[in-house]
Nanobody, 119 residues
Framework: QVQLVESGGGLVQAGGSLRLSCAAS????????FGWFRQAPGKEREFVAE????????YYADSVKGRFTISRDNAKNTVYLQMNGLKPEDTAVYYC????????????WGQGTQVTVSS
């Protein structure tokens, strides 16, 4: 089992920045790939970014490419999402998720943190 707790959400003006954190506990942190997802009101949950176990590979949704950066600190068991140039359309609940190397599906999810971007 992996427990995930997100933090760092809040209210920010358009053009501003936030950094989300995802603290993981449980089984070996470095064994997992991590991703960030988001869900806006009335919309389906969507992929935002993913980082591989080593951190060497990172993937982003086109909508956030160039503005968001995913990173991980294996010594601190924490994954980050640095969000710059925020837009009102980035408003959503952001979720951290983890999957093992042997799974293509994310198995563990956090409770989410709200990000609201005002225009």
């Amino acid at each position: 089992q992996v427990q995930l707790v997100e933090s760092g959400g809040g209210l920010v003006q358009a053009g501003g920045s936030l950094r989300l954190s995802c603290a993981a506990s449980g089984r070996t942190f470095s064994s997992y790939h991590f991703g960030w997802f988001r869900q806006a009101p009335g919309k389906e949950r969507e992929f935002v970014a993913e980082i591989s176990r080593s951190g060497d590979n990172r993937y982003y949704a086109d909508s956030v490419k160039g503005r968001f950066t995913i990173s991980r600190d294996n010594a601190k068991n924490t994954v980050y999402l640095q969000m710059n140039g925020l837009k009102p359309e980035d408003t959503a609940v952001y979720y951290c998720a983890a999957r093992s190397t042997y799974s293509s599906n994310y198995e563990y999810w956090g409770q989410g943190t709200q990000v609201t971007v005002s225009s």
